[in-house]
């Protein structure tokens, strides 16, 4: 099968197409009904295919494609390199075993945490950062003392998430069998004469593996996905039932559910890591990681805002919305929502001021302004906190996955 | 044999290393200087650089002594005298027409038009106040800005009287000067390019500035705010040399209870628990302390000593862009007989920069990392002064020349070899025969008083003392009052407030810092 190579435009003429095409673009692009087009790190990806429910409903019922190669990524390597991310993120990178993936965040000095992102270990001293914003400056910085490499790769390698239950089924129809492959593993593959990466990680909450390889490769890849997992509906997603299955899986997004320390302009938009919820990744006892005296400073002397899931009466989605305090006092704001089809509630995730995430929760209230024919309608939801993940299926985890 | 233990390790015996020993010792520490030279004294320290030959090492002359370290190491007692406190300093003329200043910074200039000694007056006046208004600082943690930020405010309230008493004009003045460049506030007073030339060289010497760059003025203020022995604005010369200077602390701070142990290069400073417990030396022996003071360079003690994988990323960025150039190079001349600077008296300080413009256009040469065709200079022959520097009949000469490239285009040894020989050329002018009478020739570059002294990038302060890198801001943003991110490691050098020079004043600001406690 010889690959097409999507349309660079010259370069000369940047320009002109201020957004790239994926390296999947020509398969994304004639699935594209609806013309539905946004941008993603730089490149354009579509929003949506050909219908929101039909995508969304696949991810939880069949099995989904989503085109990741936006998604930028950094190859760390060197006989440091493991010391060096440690010292980066605040999670314990020498813990992580090769051939395995953690979910990772890393801060500046302050404490803040400047993006969140997946880490490979390909080898002892060979590691993938996977995240939403570029860093190459930050990581360079980082660089400085430690016998490490980092160059960014995003060109280099093409990236597809396929998830849904039936996600197992179909790479097994398409020859690869991961029956052993536990979630946050990865294994390779030969194919098409390269060498095809599958990682048990994904952002849907659900069964899911992220397949990762040569772009010289991709498009037979894709088309060899598409032919397998016809029996089962296998579908191309867009962004937008994405965002839809990660909101029911609780997931946040960089610069949708918190600023980067280093984009923010506000000073009181920044977040650390007890502000996300996200300080149990925190290894507190493998030496120094930037922004941890901070982070101890904030322990000892409690955070300003908290980040939780909330249960909202009704059905209308709270996007946005500002939430209240016995209908009055401003606490805090929803930086995701929606009306979840799979568990039939309404949902959303919030930063809410303390102690109103937990000691006084009791009383809150969502101001949602609902577009009713050219008029908003004001309507006060009650609002519960809530345990995330909202949705956490048992066949996310199971090995070997079910034969769905 | 197990070494005592000690509540204090100080990194480096230079001087401010020295001050802060004696100061810590003196609050009931018992403290122990680590110091990687043959004997403490850092760039105060003399050295015999050809045999019979004894050169000061960089430093040749005091401009300010903290008057505490003088009073409370009692220096005096110790050895140290000087052979004078205000030197007289011709500005020496190719054509033998010489200005001569005498007195606190030039109260008495002989050679100058009455119009010229009347300007003088009047702005060397307004100068003196200004720089009476800075000099408190000096002696003092930096105040910062910043709530809780632990400011010695009574000193502050006490300083800001100082600056009231100004009076409203002179406070005016003030203000609008502060941050000027020092070519232009000449170029509004004076006319005489003599005079116009030392003061222009005095104001940039040690800096990476040329007269015409912005916040020149600076430093001039900060050099006539220097006192030694209770002479404002000194340029004082000890007795014996530099050296003295070196011994007298050294002693004064062994017979406080100070243990200095030479010879011992700190390699690296131990970190346990995100505290500093100790240091480990170049030999690989490790020495304990519950407090870790380094008197050597910022720079090298966070990145090398301490090392980045103890610190965060955007810290580590600050100390990599802390400004470090050094553009003073340092030469020394074995003469087989006194030279002839056109009847300049040789017991003065000689500066050879015959106007403000050609102070700019030596230091233009450097900005492209080039060798100045015409580097300006400071001269001192200690040998004039006393015996004991050279073989009886002759002399030795010291003089810091300026600019040097700190990274030259042409590669050291080439560029080392072009300033030698232009800086003889400009002496041979000045002192025609001189040439003939050089038996040895040393030039320290900006590169070689690195790898010799340790001073980041040849610089005189240990890191630029511009006006981003002074006070609250020094060594750099977000990083002073002595303080460090590590728990029990301090900063007591001349990269901290208020900056170089042969002093003191940092290491014992330093030592008070911890004296009060953290109390952050
Ligand atoms: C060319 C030149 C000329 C100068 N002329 C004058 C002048 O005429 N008058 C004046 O007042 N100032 C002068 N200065 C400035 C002055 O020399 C410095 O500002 C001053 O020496 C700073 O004192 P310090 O104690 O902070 O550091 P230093 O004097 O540099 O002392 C640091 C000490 O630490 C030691 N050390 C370094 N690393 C280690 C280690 N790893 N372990 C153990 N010990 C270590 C060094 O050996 C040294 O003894 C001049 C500077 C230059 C560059």
Same mark, same amino acid.
């Given at each position: 099968?010889?690959?097409?190579?999507?349309?660079?435009?010259?370069?000369?003429?940047?320009?002109?197409?201020?957004?790239?095409?994926?390296?999947?673009?020509?398969?994304?692009?004639?699935?594209?009904?609806?013309?539905?087009?946004?941008?993603?790190?730089?490149?354009?990806?579509?929003?949506?295919?050909?219908?929101?429910?039909?995508?969304?409903?696949?991810?939880?019922?069949?099995?989904?494609?989503?085109?990741?190669?936006?998604?930028?990524?950094?190859?760390?390597?060197?006989?440091?390199?493991?010391?060096?991310?440690?010292?980066?993120?605040?999670?314990?990178?020498?813990?992580?075993?090769?051939?395995?993936?953690?979910y990772?965040?890393?801060?500046?000095?302050?404490?803040?945490?400047?993006?969140?992102?997946?880490?490979?270990?390909?080898?002892?001293?060979?590691?993938?950062i996977?995240?939403?914003?570029?860093?190459?400056?930050w990581?360079?910085d980082?660089?400085?003392?430690?016998?490490?490499?980092?160059?960014?790769?995003?060109?280099?390698?093409?990236?597809?998430?396929?998830?849904?239950?039936?996600?197992?089924?179909?790479?097994?129809?398409?020859?690869?069998?991961?029956?052993?492959?536990?979630?946050?593993?990865?294994?390779?593959?030969?194919f098409?004469?390269?060498?095809?990466?599958?990682?048990r990680?994904g952002?849907?909450?659900?069964?899911?593996?992220?397949?990762?390889?040569? @772009?010289? #490769? =991709?498009?037979?890849?894709?088309?060899?996905?598409? *032919?397998?997992? &016809?029996?089962?509906? +296998?579908?191309?997603?867009?962004t937008?039932?994405?965002?839809l299955?990660?909101?029911?899986?609780?997931?946040?997004?960089?610069?949708?559910?918190?600023?980067?320390?280093?984009?923010?302009?506000?000073?009181?938009?920044?977040?650390?890591?007890?502000?996300?919820?996200?300080?149990?990744?925190?290894?507190?006892?493998?030496?120094?990681?930037?922004?941890?005296?901070?982070?101890?400073?904030?322990?000892?002397?409690?955070?300003?805002?908290?980040?939780?899931?909330?249960?909202?009466?009704?059905?209308?989605?709270?996007?946005?919305?500002?939430?209240?305090?016995?209908?009055?006092?401003e606490?805090?704001?929803?930086?995701?929502?929606?009306?979840?089809?799979?568990?039939?509630?309404?949902?959303?995730?919030?930063?809410?001021?303390? @102690?109103? #995430? =937990?000691?006084?929760?009791?009383?809150?209230?969502? *101001?949602?302004? &609902?577009?009713?024919? +050219?008029?908003?309608?004001?309507?006060?939801?009650?609002?519960?906190?809530?345990?995330?993940?909202?949705?956490?299926?048992?066949?996310?985890?199971?090995?070997?996955?079910?034969?769905? | 044999?197990?070494?005592?233990?000690?509540?204090?390790?100080?990194?480096?015996?230079?001087?401010?290393?020295?001050?802060?020993?004696?100061?810590?010792?003196?609050?009931?520490?018992?403290?122990?200087?680590?110091?990687?030279?043959?004997?403490?004294?850092?760039?105060?320290?003399?050295?015999?650089?050809?045999?019979?030959?004894?050169?000061?090492?960089?430093?040749?002359?005091?401009?300010?002594?903290?008057?505490?370290?003088?009073?409370?190491?009692?220096?005096?007692?110790?050895?140290?005298?000087?052979?004078?406190?205000?030197?007289?300093?011709?500005?020496?003329?190719?054509?033998?027409?010489?200005?001569?200043?005498?007195?606190?910074?030039?109260?008495?200039?002989?050679?100058?038009?009455?119009?010229?000694?009347?300007?003088?007056?009047?702005?060397?006046?307004?100068?003196m106040?200004?720089?009476?208004?800075?000099?408190?600082?000096?002696?003092?943690?930096?105040?910062?800005?910043?709530?809780?930020?632990?400011?010695?405010?009574?000193k502050?309230?006490?300083?800001?009287?100082?600056?009231?008493?100004?009076?409203?004009?002179?406070?005016?003045?003030?203000?609008?000067?502060?941050?000027?460049?020092?070519?232009?506030?000449?170029?509004?007073?004076?006319?005489?390019?003599?005079?116009?030339g030392?003061?222009?060289?005095?104001?940039?010497?040690?800096?990476?500035?040329?007269?015409?760059?912005?916040?020149?003025?600076?430093?001039?203020?900060?050099?006539?705010?220097?006192?030694?022995?209770?002479?404002?604005?000194?340029?004082a010369?000890?007795?014996?040399?530099m050296?003295?200077?070196?011994?007298?602390?050294?002693?004064?701070?062994?017979?406080?209870?100070?243990?200095?142990?030479?010879?011992?290069?700190?390699?690296?400073?131990?970190?346990?628990?995100?505290?500093?417990?100790?240091?480990?030396?170049?030999?690989?022996?490790?020495?304990?302390?519950k407090?870790?003071?380094?008197?050597?360079?910022?720079?090298?003690?966070?990145?090398?000593?301490?090392?980045?994988r103890?610190?965060?990323?955007?810290f580590?960025?600050?100390?990599?862009?802390?400004?470090?150039?050094?553009?003073a190079a340092k030469?020394?001349?074995?003469?087989?007989?006194?030279?002839?600077?056109?009847?300049?008296?040789?017991?003065?300080?000689?500066?050879?920069?015959?106007?403000?413009?050609?102070?700019?256009?030596?230091?233009?040469?450097?900005?492209?990392?080039?060798?100045?065709?015409?580097?300006?200079?400071?001269?001192?022959?200690?040998?004039?002064?006393?015996?004991?520097?050279?073989?009886?009949?002759?002399?030795?000469?010291?003089?810091?020349?300026?600019?040097?490239?700190?990274?030259?285009?042409?590669?050291?040894?080439?560029?080392?070899?072009?300033?030698?020989?232009?800086?003889?050329?400009?002496?041979?002018?000045?002192?025609?025969?001189?040439?003939?009478?050089?038996?040895?020739?040393?030039?320290?570059?900006?590169?070689?008083?690195?790898?010799?002294?340790?001073?980041?990038?040849?610089?005189?302060?240990?890191?630029?003392l511009?006006?981003?890198?002074?006070?609250?801001?020094?060594?750099?943003?977000?990083?002073?009052?002595?303080?460090?991110?590590?728990?029990?490691?301090?900063?007591?050098?001349a990269?901290?407030?208020?900056?170089?020079?042969?002093?003191?004043?940092?290491?014992?600001?330093?030592?008070?810092?911890?004296?009060?406690?953290?109390?952050?």
């Amino acid at each position: 099968m010889k690959a097409e190579k999507p349309m660079q435009p010259d370069p000369r003429q940047h320009y002109l197409t201020p957004l790239r095409q994926t390296t999947f673009h020509p398969r994304t692009a004639a699935a594209n009904r609806l013309n539905s087009w946004g941008p993603w790190g730089g490149y354009t990806t579509v929003l949506e295919y050909d219908d929101l429910a039909m995508e969304h409903s696949a991810i939880r019922n069949a099995a989904t494609v989503y085109d990741l190669c936006p998604m930028v990524k950094y190859r760390v390597r060197g006989p440091e390199a493991a010391a060096y991310l440690n010292r980066l993120t605040v999670r314990n990178a020498a813990k992580l075993p090769v051939g395995a993936v953690h979910y990772t965040i890393w801060c500046d000095d302050a404490g803040h945490i400047i993006d969140d992102g997946t880490l490979f270990r390909l080898g002892e001293a060979d590691f993938r950062i996977c995240c939403q914003e570029r860093h190459l400056p930050w990581l360079l910085d980082s660089a400085f003392g430690f016998e490490v490499s980092v160059a960014e790769e995003t060109e280099e390698i093409a990236a597809l998430s396929l998830q849904g239950p039936c996600s197992f089924a179909v790479l097994k129809a398409a020859g690869f069998d991961v029956a052993a492959l536990k979630p946050f593993r990865m294994a390779t593959f030969g194919f098409d004469g390269g060498e095809l990466m599958i990682s048990r990680t994904g952002f849907t909450g659900d069964l899911g593996y992220e397949l990762w390889i040569a @772009p010289d #490769h =991709a498009l037979a890849l894709w088309d060899c996905l598409f *032919e397998a997992g &016809a029996p089962w509906g +296998l579908r191309p997603i867009g962004t937008q039932a994405l965002d839809l299955a990660r909101t029911e899986a609780g997931f946040i997004i960089t610069n949708l559910d918190f600023v980067p320390a280093h984009q923010a302009v506000r000073e009181d938009r920044v977040r650390s890591p007890f502000e996300m919820s996200l300080d149990w990744m925190i290894d507190w006892n493998k030496g120094h990681f930037t922004g941890r005296r901070a982070l101890l400073a904030e322990r000892e002397r409690g955070s300003r805002w908290a980040f939780v899931g909330l249960d909202i009466d009704g059905n209308v989605s709270a996007e946005h919305a500002i939430v209240y305090h016995d209908r009055k006092r401003e606490v805090g704001q929803i930086t995701a929502a929606c009306w979840s089809p799979t568990l039939k509630r309404n949902i959303a995730l919030a930063h809410l001021e303390r @102690p109103y #995430h =937990a000691g006084k929760s009791d009383n809150l209230w969502v *101001e949602v302004y &609902a577009m009713r024919e +050219l008029q908003y309608v004001k309507l006060m939801l009650r609002a519960k906190v809530c345990d995330r993940p909202f949705f956490n299926p048992d066949r996310r985890r199971a090995t070997p996955p079910g034969p769905f | 044999m197990p070494m005592p233990s000690f509540d204090a390790i100080v990194i480096g015996g230079g001087t401010n290393g020295l001050a802060c020993a004696a100061r810590l010792q003196k609050s009931g520490r018992r403290v122990l200087v680590l110091e990687s030279g043959a004997e403490p004294g850092g760039a105060a320290l003399g050295r015999e650089f050809a045999p019979g030959y004894r050169a000061p090492g960089l430093a040749h002359l005091v401009t300010t002594i903290d008057a505490r370290v003088e009073r409370e190491m009692d220096l005096g007692r110790h050895g140290l005298s000087y052979a004078g406190l205000s030197l007289p300093s011709t500005l020496v003329a190719p054509d033998g027409d010489h200005l001569l200043l005498e007195g606190e910074a030039g109260e008495r200039v002989a050679g100058l038009s009455e119009a010229e000694r009347l300007a003088w007056s009047e702005l060397r006046g307004q100068l003196m106040r200004f720089a009476g208004v800075l000099a408190p600082f000096k002696e003092m943690t930096p105040p910062r800005i910043a709530a809780g930020a632990g400011n010695e405010y009574m000193k502050l309230g006490k300083l800001g009287f100082g600056i009231r008493r100004l009076g409203k004009d002179d406070f005016r003045e003030f203000l609008r000067m502060l941050l000027i460049n020092v070519y232009d506030v000449l170029n509004d007073d004076l006319t005489d390019p003599r005079l116009k030339g030392i003061l222009a060289h005095d104001a940039v010497l040690g800096t990476w500035l040329g007269p015409r760059s912005p916040n020149s003025l600076i430093h001039l203020l900060n050099r006539l705010a220097g006192q030694v022995a209770g002479r404002r604005a000194a340029v004082a010369l000890p007795k014996g040399g530099m050296g003295a200077v070196a011994s007298a602390m050294a002693k004064a701070a062994e017979a406080q209870g100070v243990t200095i142990r030479t010879g011992a290069r700190v390699a690296a400073i131990l970190v346990e628990d995100d505290r500093a417990v100790g240091v480990t030396l170049a030999d690989g022996e490790e020495l304990r302390a519950k407090t870790v003071v380094s008197a050597i360079n910022p720079k090298t003690t966070f990145l090398s000593l301490v090392g980045p994988r103890h610190l965060d990323t955007g810290f580590v960025n600050r100390v990599r862009a802390m400004k470090s150039r050094g553009g003073a190079a340092k030469l020394h001349l074995a003469l087989k007989g006194a030279p002839d600077f056109r009847g300049a008296d040789l017991r003065t300080r000689l500066v050879l920069a015959p106007s403000e413009t050609a102070v700019e256009l030596s230091f233009n040469a450097v900005k492209y990392g080039e060798v100045p065709e015409r580097p300006v200079m400071e001269v001192i022959l200690p040998s004039a002064h006393e015996g004991g520097h050279a073989p009886d009949g002759h002399h030795i000469l010291s003089a810091i020349v300026q600019f040097a490239p700190h990274a030259p285009k042409a590669g050291p040894d080439v560029a080392r070899q072009e300033m030698l020989a232009r800086s003889l050329a400009v002496l041979e002018d000045h002192a025609p025969g001189l040439r003939a009478l050089v038996e040895h020739a040393e030039l320290l570059m900006p590169y070689d008083i690195e790898a010799r002294y340790g001073m980041v990038g040849g610089n005189w302060h240990h890191g630029e003392l511009s006006v981003e890198q002074m006070l609250f801001l020094r060594p750099f943003a977000g990083t002073s009052q002595y303080a460090t991110p590590l728990s029990d490691l301090w900063l007591a050098g001349a990269g901290c407030h208020p900056g170089g020079g042969i002093s003191g004043a940092a290491g014992w600001n330093a030592a008070e810092r911890i004296i009060r406690g953290t109390g952050r």
